[in-house]
């Protein structure tokens, strides 16, 4: 049935760079029937039918888990959690920091982290300009959260000197990147999510320390 998202597949996730275990995909399943669950009451997301949530949010989250750079991880904006309990999952060893001023939304994500038993993730209830954290972070991801420019500005400060920006992006932000200094930008990928008929694009920055 649809509504147990048993459409997931190891083989899509494979396309992506992925080897997913059984374990992993029935823990994307769980998270997947739970986000269900509270959106009825919460509205944690807005796409619809459920049917989309597995291209749309689930493997679009996945898809940039083979580029990650290693280290400690902080997911800004993360709604509904993704991509950062996605990642999570996918990689146990890795600290995941997922921050998100909806304190409705922090409430789902812990209540998904004790169902699924997650001992790598912690939850924030703050705006980003009132975090602040005792360390500074690895690799720092963004799906929704702002134009470039703006998420280089506001997250620098939480980077630590060799880390990386990383923000998830739908068409190639040609605009976005002209603005942005030419030595803050890493790289630019083009990536293929299966099922997902959009573009899909990935920018990767260097943080600004002098901000």
Known sequence: MVSDFNEISGAALKLM???ATKSEIDMYRQYLILLGKWNQVY????IA????????HL???CSIISILP???LLDIGTGGGFPGLPIAITQP????VLLDRSAKKTTFLKQVTIELGLKNVTIETSRIESYDPAKRFDVIVS????ELKTFLRKASRLCSQDGTLIAMKGKYPE????????ERIKKVRNLRVPQLNAERHVVELAPDLQI
């Open 43 to 46: 509205n944690i997301t807005s």
């Open 59 to 61: 493997y679009d989250s």
């Open 93 to 96: 060893e890795r600290e995941v």
């Open 49 to 56: 039918p459920k049917a989309k949530w597995v291209s749309a």
């Open 175 to 182: 605009a976005e990147l002209a603005i942005i200094p030419k």
């Open 17 to 19: 760079g992925l080897k």
């Open 70 to 72: 290693s280290g400690t």
């Open 143 to 146: 799906r929704a959260f702002s």
